[in-house]
């Protein structure tokens, strides 16, 4: 994480990553009642977002973004915007598929936050 942090550069708001993505906060106990994997659940996905160009659906629950851990929405929000857009990253995440939580990794290659390239336009 140190060295991590000592190469990133800074970047402006216009440069950041973008997923698209809306996330859902829930509380830690539903993921304990239902037997969730721990991560970030996926509410909605933007059309034609990097997110849905990739494969990334609603109610996916998204553990890492380039192998980092993430459990709350703050945490995918700094992963990601960490990242220039046009980068790739791996998200990993987990899919319900026939009653259990399958593991998936995914690349996606970022956006430009298209709420900021309408401002700049």
Do not use: C
């Not at 037997?35 to 996916?60: C, F, L, M, R, T």
């Not at 929405?73 to 790739?88: E, K």
């Amino acid at each position: 994480i140190l060295d991590d942090l000592m190469t990133r550069e800074i970047l402006s708001d216009e440069e950041k990553g973008y997923l698209g993505v809306s996330v859902k906060e829930l509380d830690p106990s539903i993921f304990e009642l239902y037997n969730w994997p721990e991560g970030v659940y996926v509410h909605s996905v933007v059309k034609n977002g990097a997110a849905e160009k990739a494969g990334i659906y609603q109610g996916d629950i998204i553990t890492h973004v380039n192998n980092t851990k993430v459990t709350t929405p703050n945490q995918l929000i700094n992963a990601v915007t960490s990242h220039r857009y046009g980068s790739v990253v791996e998200i990993t995440l987990q899919r319900i598929s026939e009653g259990q939580f399958v593991e998936h990794t995914i690349s996606v290659t970022l956006q430009q936050n298209p709420e900021l390239t309408s401002q700049s336009q």
